[in-house]
């Protein structure tokens, strides 16, 4: 019987899958059908317009015809004679050129007049000098008496644009903003010449005090990373009375800037790692803050404490090269050192987290018991991993958190 009752879902399933795929080849299809129906259409429309033009230049060619026709017989040229193209330029004078835009002939067309010929002619480029071109239509009158300059057009175009560009400033502030930007700078290369000077006169005056801080970056040796913070923030200190430090040191070539960075580096990160252990080692749990955002605000430590550890780990090894190169101490990135209190301070939010989970299943107000005790034992079990395992005062945290738990699954309550 299981056996029939997986091969009937295997057919549902593949007539599903036969369904939909007719189905989507029946839109493709109807698709296809209007796509042709649109080629179709287009074709249509494209005859049509060539139709139109043919017509077009054929109403065109009868015009200029006619035109032929009504000049001087003189002018026209004999229908009987067949012109070539050295006989339309002998014959016909420069000056009688017809206009530039007349339009282009048919195909085989009647022999058309030698002007044209000769217009053909000077576009391939002659090999005779070609006389002068004629005038520019008379709609072009400029340089003639026709046309002078109107300021008020000027004026006005002027005042459009400023305008345009007040409104553009209310519209969009950048442009009020890049002129006070504008108006800083302005300000600040004014005031240049004193910062320079400032420099200037620090390089050549400060030179023994800059000597003496170099002589005692390089010959700094440490065994205890505390020792590096203390003289991290004795130099710092020192070069904060420079009007601008990095400005002022580049004028000292042998400043050991490497090392002075790396000795920042080591104290900065020491600090920071041990200000967020003391932070977790010294947690209180406020019975006053709601459950909801006093577990959240332990969690929220614990992520600080377990990304910063991370970090450092995966740093460790390239960082403490850096640091040996210099001696400063590196010791303090081991599990032995800084990283392991990090890891042990994590007991204590457990130990917070699970007692106030254990006050609030045995509340009588709780409505929630099973999903606040499985909230409990997570966090439990990750503080635990993260920390390699519990203290006695931890373990007893847990142990009553069980116990609540196992009460709570003998009273049919979860």
């Known amino acids: 019987m299981p056996e029939e009752d997986e091969s009937s879902e295997i057919v549902i399933f593949l007539r599903k899958e036969l369904e939909a795929s007719l189905e ?10 209007e796509l042709k129906q649109e080629v179709g259409r287009l074709k249509a429309q494209i005859t049509s317009l060539k139709a139109h033009n043919n017509e077009r230049k054929s109403l065109l060619w009868k015009k200029f015809q006619s ?36 339009p282009p002939p048919t195909p085989r067309p009647p022999p058309p007049p030698p002007a044209l010929f000769k217009e053909v002619k000077e576009n391939k480029g002659p090999s005779a000098p070609a006389p002068p071109p004629p005038p520019p239509p008379s709609k072009s009158l400029i340089g003639s008496r026709g046309v002078r300059r109107v300021p008020e057009v000027i004026e006005l175009y002027r005042s459009l644009t400023r305008k345009d560009a007040h409104m ?10 890049a002129f006070a930007l504008t108006k800083n700078m302005i300000g600040e290369i ?9 420099i200037k006169s620090e390089v050549e005056t400060q030179g023994e005090f800059i ?6 970056v390089e010959s700094a040796k440490f065994t205890n990373i505390a ?3 203390a003289f991290v923030n004795w130099l710092d200190r020192q070069l904060s009375s420079l009007v601008d430090e990095r400005a002022v040191l580049k004028h000292f070539p042998q400043w050991p800037e490497r090392k002075a960075d790396t000795l920042r580096e080591a104290a900065f990160s020491y600090r920071d790692l041990r200000n967020l252990k003391n932070e977790a080692s010294s947690f209180e749990d406020n019975m006053k803050e709601p459950s909801v955002l006093a577990l959240r605000r332990m969690e929220a430590l614990q992520d600080r404490l377990e990304r910063s550890v991370s970090s450092t780990e995966r740093t460790r090894e390239s960082a403490s ?19 392991g209190q990090m890891k042990l301070s994590s007991l204590k939010l457990a130990k917070e987290y699970m007692k106030r989970i254990t006050r609030e299943v045995q509340s009588s107000e709780c409505s929630r018991e099973e999903n606040l005790l499985l909230q409990g034992v997570r966090f439990a079990f990750r503080v635990h991993q993260f920390a390699g395992g519990f203290d006695s005062e931890t373990v007893l945290a ?3 958190l069980k116990k609540i738990g196992a009460n709570s699954r003998r009273n049919g309550t979860i």
């Open 24 to 33: 989507k080849n029946g839109s493709l299809e109807k698709e296809n059908h």
């Open 321 to 339: 090269k850096r640091y040996r190169d210099f001696q400063i101490p590196w010791e303090w990135m081991l599990d032995t050192g800084l990283m």
């Open 190 to 198: 004014e005031n240049r010449s004193s910062y320079v000077l400032a």
């Open 168 to 177: 553009e400033n209310k519209a969009n502030p950048a442009g009020v903003h």
């Open 227 to 229: 020792d590096v913070e």
């Open 67 to 102: 035109t032929l026709e009504q000049s001087p017989a003189k002018e026209r040229p004999n229908p009987k004679v067949d012109f070539t193209e050295s006989q339309a330029i002998k014959e016909r004078p420069a000056a009688k050129l017809l206009p530039t835009d007349a």
């Open 398 to 400: 847990f142990e009553e």
């Open 211 to 216: 000597n003496f801080l170099i002589s005692e």
